[in-house]
């Protein structure tokens, strides 16, 4: 592991505060908690200490993991557990972090807050999330992709 000391320039710096913000405060962290401490109600306290450790803690501990290690690709974090190991690491993470959690729970978080108020009570709530993914996910392409 080399110890070589990086200085990041301020677009550099901002692409990785903008991760790590993402990391911590990502789709809904900063939305359900108030949900979930009034849901709690007396136990709030127990609630709020389950939410630091999995919200909070355990991406701490992957960040400090991540460095630590000295790799630069997802595969090699899980070398010492063998080749095939380590792809099947690598796979179940990609998508865990994509596919399957991660992207749709930023659609489904932005329809709850933003438009499902205005549809309480209607059988069709399914159709208008599908509607409201799928432009949201063009929209998402469009300001994103960078050729």
């Known amino acids: 592991m ?9 677009r550099q710096s901002l692409v990785f505060g903008s991760l790590l913000f993402g990391l ?18 007396a136990n709030w306290f127990i609630a709020a200490i389950a939410f630091v450790i999995t919200a909070v803690g355990l991406p701490v501990i992957a960040v400090i993991a991540s460095a630590l290690s000295g790799e630069n690709k997802l595969q090699y974090f899980a070398k010492p557990m063998g080749k095939k190991i380590s792809f099947i690491y690598a796979l179940l993470v990609m998508l865990m972090i994509g596919p399957l959690f991660a992207i749709p729970r930023t659609a489904t978080a932005s329809f709850e807050v933003g438009l499902n108020p205005f549809f309480l009570n209607n059988h069709n709530i399914n159709l208008y999330l599908f509607i409201f993914s799928f432009v949201f996910f063009i929209l998402v392409f469009i300001f994103s992709y960078k050729p």
């Open 2 to 10: 080399d110890n070589k000391v990086t200085t990041l320039n301020f």
């Open 24 to 41: 911590f405060f990502g789709a809904g962290n900063i939305i359900f908690p108030v949900n979930m401490g009034e849901q709690s109600g």
